[in-house]
């Protein structure tokens, strides 16, 4: 039997329509992932290592919603998440991180070192001392791409989506709610990976 391997760099697609100053180093960033999920792979690395390998590389690529460039809350702050299963019904889930550089890792030691499914805020924060997994500020993580996204989304009013296109000034300033979903709701606006 073979093997596989699929990758995304967060919600929504990358446009050709994006500028290619926006486009290219995403779809570069992917390609990178991808090359090194696929010669671990090649190696036979395990599944579960690989997974954690090309999250952490897509965590660490300020272009993607995760660790590094994640979506802003609208106060500004970072709040990532992260969640790994191992195809046997283990997994491990962590949310709220301010601190902690790669979520994914976290994710997969409450998987493996905990009786538990999920931790978050401070209690993944604390577990994640514990552990001696690499934390710094939670600057590190802001861009100025994403303040630059939340900013757009306040002015519209909506969930300001990795990719898409700031409206112009002319456009109509709140967009239509399709699902209920679409605009900034209850002070907080996160992504997903």
């Not at 401070?122 to 994403?146: K, L, M, W, Y």
């Amino acid at each position: 039997m073979g093997w596989a391997i699929a990758l995304h760099g967060g919600a929504g697609d990358i446009p050709l329509s994006l500028p290619p100053e926006r486009r290219l180093p995403r779809e570069a960033g992917l390609r990178h992932c991808l090359h090194i999920g696929v010669e671990a792979l090649k190696v036979n690395t395990p599944a579960l290592d690989v997974v954690e390998l090309v999250v952490r590389e897509l965590e660490n690529i300020p272009h993607f919603n995760a660790g590094k460039g994640s979506v802003l809350t609208t106060q500004g702050t970072v709040e990532m998440e992260a969640c790994i299963m191992d195809g046997t019904k283990r997994c491990g889930a962590v949310s709220g991180l301010t601190t902690v550089v790669n979520p994914i890792s976290l994710a997969r030691l409450v998987m493996e070192k905990t009786p538990h499914i999920y931790l978050a805020f401070d209690g993944a924060e604390a577990f994640a001392r514990g552990q001696g997994v690499e934390t710094v500020d939670s600057s590190h993580f802001i861009t100025t791409e994403n303040v630059e996204r939340l900013k757009q989304a306040k002015e519209a009013n909506r969930v300001q989506i990795d990719y898409t296109q700031p409206l112009h000034k002319d456009e109509k300033k709140e967009t239509p709610e399709a699902d209920g979903d679409s605009k900034l709701r209850d002070g907080w606006m996160r992504g997903c990976r």
